[in-house]
């Protein structure tokens, strides 16, 4: 997130390079050597903006020139948001330097990707006191212990880093207290339910102190080091226990503690169009969780469209196939709920090969939710991996939210193949710029990821009805997203407040109260979250429209597809721009 990255300042100077073999590089062959060398300036300053996001980034920095030796988690304060807005700014102006047209085709790309992103990111960074840092799902209280827990243990090095670390979580929380405070100040601190949801997950993962998360997770990967021995590996073990109970646990209380006495002072319980400048910051919030230049009111008339259409069709096909709709929920239920998540994914990395780019072997985890944070996690997760060993990677499954095997089959067809696993390792594979995997395009990889879930229903058979089931599935998912979508978007940029919320459900047959006040609690502490998946999936649709226009009677649905994951993930103007150039 880019209230995260590092504060020191980035400079960069343009280097003139002369060849001495008798001639003079062209002016062209100049400014791709010096984007490539200020790329790779760029890369290292955002990668090593902090500990934990250089060791999520590089499993070895120092073949990549990164050498940081300060140990820190980044901070929160006033002074950080200063350096910060300095810093994407610096980074900006130079880019502009180059010459767009002396780049060459691939260089174009990045150009245009970096361009975007620090442009949003630098007009979020403008209003920081409006980010939500402790949402109940993704806020930093939340996501601390499944990092500190995925922390990969290589050399002793990173063990004694991740100890360091360890220790200093009550001065790491004390920036985020300070960060609460200034929004207190500029009135935009959390409602009390929002609050009391922070409260409650503080107090459940503090309350066990013998089978922590992370006291277990830590002596499940120090048994895994066959260069430890016995007494260093007793060592280690107490040591971590020591620092959790004796520093992490006491700042997670010190944190509930100091956040108790805000309780009342919270000035909105509604959504971001009502703080000042809320709309202004959502929209910059949904350009970036979109990668879309639409305005938010296109957006809003694109989402109340899809829903017209989804409704139409659902109408046409119960019309078409009244018995199909009938048999559907027997159908899905009868879906075989002894297959292992394992076996789903090779099922689906085997089924990917007719319309996609052949997938790369990877080793993979299946890992669950501690039972302490089951109720605030997302159903399941993909945790990227690092750009030097992308061949490993793991999967989260948090079994409260599945209740019948077909919701884990398409968790995982997101989540895996043809999902995040399968897009990040092809991509990651291509070696491209390093700048472009440091960069993050939520819109791109979370629409992937929802386009590539519901193509999955084409994998499976359901008999006689079959063509009606695999499309009532995709019906249901894409109203689903589209109904949440067009709440955060009433919610946040319109104001829509409960009654409104509640209302608009029962114009599509829903009237179950409870449903409207979750989705209308959720669209207030994560705004813009449900944009990501469902803008990200209309774009990845009216791309195919697009490319099918261009590639005429050539068009094939494998190329398409190869082109976006060649690409990578970027902004969808870009990823146009690519496919309008096929036609050439």
């Known amino acids: 997130m880019y209230f995260r990255l590092q504060r020191r300042i980035f400079t960069f100077f343009l280097m003139i390079i002369l060849c001495f073999s008798g001639c003079f590089p062209s002016k062209t062959d100049t400014t791709q050597k010096d984007f490539k060398a200020y790329t790779k300036d760029v890369f290292q300053d955002m990668a090593a903006s902090d500990t934990l996001t250089l060791h999520y980034t590089l499993a070895n920095p120092e073949s990549y020139g990164i050498s940081s030796k300060t140990i820190t988690f980044g901070d929160f304060r006033p002074s950080s948001f200063s350096s910060n807005r300095k810093r994407l700014t610096k980074y900006l102006d130079t880019l502009k330097l180059f010459t767009y047209d002396e780049l060459s085709s691939t260089e174009k790309e990045t150009y245009l990707t970096l361009k975007d992103y620090l442009e949003t990111q630098l007009t979020l960074s403008k209003m920081p006191y409006l980010a939500s840092i402790l949402s109940p799902t993704s806020g930093v209280q939340s996501q601390l212990p499944i990092s500190l827990c995925e922390y990969s243990f290589q050399r002793k090095k990173d063990i004694d880093i991740y100890l360091s670390l360890l220790s200093k979580v009550p001065s790491y929380f004390d920036s985020v207290l300070s960060y609460e405070k200034e929004q207190l100040k500029h009135g935009c ?126 109408m046409f096909l119960g019309r078409k196939d009244p018995s199909g709709f009938l048999s559907y929920e ?147 998912n894409s109203l689903s997203l589209a109904l949440s979508s067009r709440i955060d978007l009433g919610v946040n940029y319109e104001g829509w407040n409960l009654k409104q919320v509640q209302k608009f459900l029962k114009t599509y047959h829903i009237r179950d109260k409870k449903i409207g006040t979750r989705l209308y609690q959720e669209v207030i502490e994560n705004p813009g979250n449900y944009l990501s998946y469902y803008i990200g999936f209309l774009e990845f649709k009216r791309l195919k429209v697009r490319y099918k226009k261009v590639m005429g009677k050539q068009y094939q649905e494998k190329s398409f597809h190869k082109l976006i994951l060649d690409t990578g993930p970027t902004s969808f103007s870009v990823l146009e721009k690519c496919i309008n150039r096929q036609k050439h």
């Open 189 to 314: 601190f959390m409602s009390d339910t929002t609050l009391q949801k922070v409260l409650v997950q503080i107090r459940r993962f503090t309350k066990n102190k013998k089978n922590n998360i992370l006291l277990t997770s830590f002596s499940s990967r120090v048994k895994k080091l066959s260069w430890m021995t016995p007494a260093m590996r007793r060592s280690y073990t107490a040591k971590n226990r020591d620092l959790v109970l004796g520093k992490v646990f006491p700042a997670y209380r010190s944190l509930a503690a100091n956040l108790e006495r805000y309780k009342g002072l919270g000035v909105n319980s509604k959504g971001l169009s009502y703080y000042r400048q809320g709309r202004s910051y959502y929209t910059a919030l949904v350009r970036s969780l979109t990668g879309t230049k639409d305005s938010v009111s296109v957006l809003i008339q694109r989402t109340v469209d899809d829903l017209n259409t989804i409704k139409q069709s659902l």
């Open 330 to 476: 027997k159908a899905v239920t009868k879906f075989d709920p002894k297959i292992s998540p394992k076996n789903i994914l090779m099922q689906l990395k085997n089924d990917t090969k007719a319309s996609y780019p052949a997938p790369l072997n990877s080793h993979i985890s299946i890992k669950y939710v501690d039972s302490s944070m089951e109720k605030e996690a997302s159903p399941a997760f993909y945790m990227v991996p690092t750009i030097d060993s992308y061949k490993e990677n793991t999967i989260y499954i948090n079994n409260a939210y599945f209740t019948e095997p077909l919701q884990l089959f398409s968790t995982l067809a997101h989540e895996g193949y043809p999902g995040h696993l399968y897009q990040t390792t092809y991509f990651y594979h291509k070696k491209k710029n390093l700048i472009r995997y440091v960069l993050n395009f939520p819109g791109y990889c979370e629409g992937w990821a929802t386009y590539v879930e519901n193509q999955s229903y084409s994998f499976l058979d359901f008999g006689k009805h079959t063509a009606t089931i695999r499309k009532l599935l995709t019906y249901n």
